[in-house]
C-alpha cells in the first residue's frame, strides 16, 4: 500500500523551535484536516502501488507542493508546481523585495 506523508501545510514559515507550541489554532485545524484527508488517500491506494504522495509548502515562495514520489529509490516522478516555476516565482519574490 502506498505511504503520504504531510509536512508543513501552513501558508507561513515555521518557527526555527518549538513549531507545534507556537502554532496557530487555525493552522493545528488544517494540518489534522490534512492528516485525515492523506490517511483517506493512504487506504485508498491513491498514488499506486510503490508510490507515496507528499504535501509541503516551498519556503522561498510559500506556494503548496504535491509530489509523487518512488517509495523505493525516493525518486519524484512528479512535481505540482514544477521545480523551475518555484525556482521563477522564487526569483521573482527576490527581485521584488530587493526593489522594494
Known sequence: ??????S????YPAPSSGAQASQAPADRT????????????NQSS????GREV???????????????????TKE???QLPPEYLL???GDDATD????G
Open 1 to 6: 500500500m502506498s505511504q503520504i506523508s504531510v
Open 8 to 11: 508543513a501545510v501552513s501558508p
Open 30 to 41: 488544517l494540518n489534522r484536516a490534512v492528516s485525515v484527508a492523506v490517511g483517506k488517500l
Open 46 to 49: 491513491y498514488a499506486g502501488e
Open 54 to 72: 507528499t504535501f509541503s509548502v516551498d519556503p522561498a515562495t510559500k506556494q503548496p507542493v504535491v509530489k509523487v514520489i518512488d517509495s523505493a
Open 76 to 78: 519524484v516522478i512528479r
Open 87 to 89: 525556482q521563477i516565482a
Open 96 to 99: 521584488v523585495g530587493a526593489s
